[in-house]
């Protein structure tokens, strides 16, 4: 009796074995987004209305002085978490920087509330705030390099920036109807502090990776290769300077120009804008024009309604409409094209420097725009800043077309 011998099978090759750490979570590339999109609202909605509420008591307890201490120090939480971010992220995984950045954050967030309603220092609580904002930006560099990391299209990131946008702006108008007493005050914390949890269970099948998982050679080529895009970071700066003050300031103006009631209208027309950001990148993204011309144009989207908001109430809906369509688009846009460009290992780091460089724009137009203007003359402001960007992008434009025109066969 003879034995058997198995037929060599060369027909079917031996396929490397696949681990589920292989394919984050073992989901395909929808579900991973959906999952990244679902942690990124709960976490959004959850700080909406917790700083919402740590705002108004905040000016409860001590006027606009301690109200504007806090918001200072979390402009100053958002610059710095691009340095700390960026070093960071050259020793940790993506997983572990999530972990790190949200667990801080959440923390965080329930000793400052409770410290604030129980009495303390200011200054304390507002360096509370700074690390606060530092591990939330973090975070938020790391969600959006994950989100890259799934879909590199700027419609995906478009998408997840406007429902950030469209969620944030839900939980600011619940906060402003709540009563903080009793079990209210309780549910604050729970949701301010528990809806981060989402996005520490995501963490566990995050893909993205930094330098540090990378060869010493590789990791040396990268680090001199993935120097910051610096003209491009300033490019968006300085749009975000010149056309998000009216709409960063949108509260203030809308309850000075049309009264208290105006303020939940022209959230609502925000978030409409927002919803629709990610169909208007798909059209523009089929131009295929430069950032040159692409970004001044979404700066004129932000501002050319508020020459209308002075005069009516729907003027003011108007141009918040086209502020939440135009300012999403920019930011997906701008975050989508910078890690795109990345160097591999470095995309947490350009994303947290690109946040970092909007919020200082915004920072500086939310201190000097007051100071120079006052709230019935923002459609004066507004068209002047408007009609710099709307020539600045017909400039590129020309020379984009003369370019491609020299070029041509």
Known sequence: MTTAVAPPRTHRPERPARHRS????????????????????????????????????????GGLALAGLFNAAMLLGVVLSAPVTGRLARHLHGRKLLLLAGGTEGVLRVATLAALLAGYDGKLIAAGVVVMHIAAYAGFAAMRAE?????????????????IAAVEAAGAGIAALLPLRGNFEVAVFLVYGLSLVPTILTARRARVRDSASAPPAATRLQRHRGRLPWPVLAGGGCVTLLAAGPTLLSVALASELHGHAAVAGAAIAFSAGCLLSSSAVTVVDRLRLPIQVTWPL????????????????????????????????????????????????????????????????????????PALVAAPAIGLTSGVAAATLGAAALAALVRFRLVSFKGAP
């Open 22 to 61: 292989d394919t984050p979570g073992g989901r395909r590339r929808a579900g991973r987004l959906r999952e990244l999109m679902v942690s990124g609202l709960v976490d959004s909605f959850g700080l909406s209305l917790g700083w919402t509420v740590f705002s108004l008591v905040a000016v409860d307890r």
């Open 147 to 163: 989100v890259a990391a799934v879909d590199a299209r700027p419609q995906a990131m478009t998408r997840y920036a406007l429902s």
């Open 298 to 369: 979404w700066g004129v989207g932000m501002l050319i309604g508020w020459l209308l908001a002075p005069a009516h109430v729907a003027g003011l809906l108007f141009a918040q409409f086209l502020s939440g369509l135009s300012m999403t688009a920019f930011e997906g846009g701008m975050d989508a094209r910078i890690a795109r460009d990345a160097t591999p290992g470095t995309v947490t780091r350009v994303l947290a420097w690109s946040a970092s460089t909007r919020a200082l724009g915004g920072a500086v137009a939310v201190r000097f725009l």
